[in-house]
Structure formats: C-alpha cells, structure tokens
C-alpha cells in the first residue's frame, strides 16, 4: 500500500474530511488530497505531524513498516514493568530504608531486573 493509500485509510478511520485534516495541519486541502493522490509528499515536520495525529509512525506512512505502533518493544516492556504495583512498593520501602538495608535491595533489584528480563 502507496503512502497515500495510507494517509487516506487513516483519514477515512478517523471520520474526518481533508478539509478538516488540512486545517489541523495548516495547510491547503488540495496540497493534502494531492498527498492522498501519492502526486506530492509531505515535508518532514507535515510528515510528522500526520504520524503524531494518527499515533503511527512515520515508516507506517511510507509503507515501510507495517506496524502502526508508535513504542517501541522495549519501550513496551519498561511500561509494563514499571506499572508493575509490587515494583512502586517495592522503591517505596527502598526509599524509606535505613543505609544497611539498601544494599540487600539493590541485590534485590538485580534478581528482578535479570529475572525480567528473561
């Protein structure tokens, strides 16, 4: 699928017009329905503009990827990990620890890390 094959189906998913489109990005309807036709590309800050309204990325747009996921896997799993609410409690108390305990947290946090990891 072309980059304006693309523009048009994330368009056309969000309910919105290209005059509507256009005017969120400031620019002319026709210069974005020329976008969608695949006559003329975007520049890079319009490009990324796009990807950030859409919350895809921008290899998304070119049709160089087709994951539309704006995360990374790492940036996917370090989410995860630290909502995590055992982890919050567990700064917590390393926080609130006296000197002697923090360096049998730190060896804690290693095995979590490695264990996670896994």
């Known amino acids: 699928m072309e980059y304006g094959e693309r523009l048009k189906k994330l368009r056309n998913e969000r309910g919105i017009s290209q005059q509507e489109f256009a005017d969120r990005l400031k620019i002319n309807r026709s210069t974005y329905a020329r976008y969608e036709l695949g006559k003329t590309q975007p520049d890079f800050e319009t490009l990324q503009k796009i990807a950030d309204y859409y919350s895809v990325t921008i290899d998304f747009i070119l049709g160089r990827s087709d994951n539309t996921n704006t995360q990374t896997n790492d940036e996917k799993e370090m989410k995860e990990f630290f909502s995590n609410p055992e982890l919050n409690l567990f700064f917590k108390e390393m926080k609130e620890s006296p ?11 290693e095995v979590i890390k490695k264990r996670n990891k896994k």
Do not use: D, S
Not at 99 to 109: D, F, K, P, V, Y
């Open 99 to 109: 000197e002697e305990q923090l360096e049998e947290l730190r060896e804690i946090w």
